[in-house]
């Protein structure tokens, strides 16, 4: 069974950093493209970034072009979201998201079919 576990989400100070994580498990990482989403309260979920499956491509919402990246490591099954200079309004459960490399690497979530059960991350001005 697929299982994707997120980490690393807390509280941080605005202008901090935060690293997450996520591990993969029950599906083979290195054929998945993968994502990150977050959702605030009263919000819907929204797209932040995704790397494809050879890393060879990346995405960014523009709200946090140039203060995140994503990254992964197919030999550990994770993948990777630092954020930097952070902002309150990067408060938010965040998400990762995998889709099997042979559809499209969308922002859309209706593309992904697995989902790991979200980190909380909260931003203090």
């Known amino acids: 069974q697929v299982q994707l576990v997120e980490s690393g989400g807390g509280l941080a100070q605005a202008g901090g950093s935060l690293r997450l994580s996520c591990a993969a498990s029950?599906?083979?990482?290195?054929?998945?493209?993968m994502a990150w989403f977050r959702q605030a309260p009263g919000k819907e979920r929204e797209f932040v970034s995704v790397?494809?499956?050879?890393?060879?491509?990346?995405d960014y919402a523009d709200s946090v072009k140039g203060r995140f990246t994503i990254s992964r490591d197919n030999a550990k099954n994770i993948v990777y979201l630092q954020m930097n200079n952070l902002k309150p309004e990067d408060t938010a459960v965040y998400y990762c998201?995998?889709?099997?490399?042979?559809?499209?690497?969308?922002?859309?979530?209706?593309?992904?079919?697995?989902w790991g059960q979200g980190t909380q991350v909260t931003v203090s001005s």
């Open positions: 998201a995998a889709v099997f490399r042979s559809r499209p690497i969308q922002r859309y979530s209706g593309n992904y079919n697995y």
């Open positions: 029950g599906v083979t990482f290195s054929n998945h493209h």
């Open positions: 790397i494809s499956w050879d890393a060879g491509y990346t």
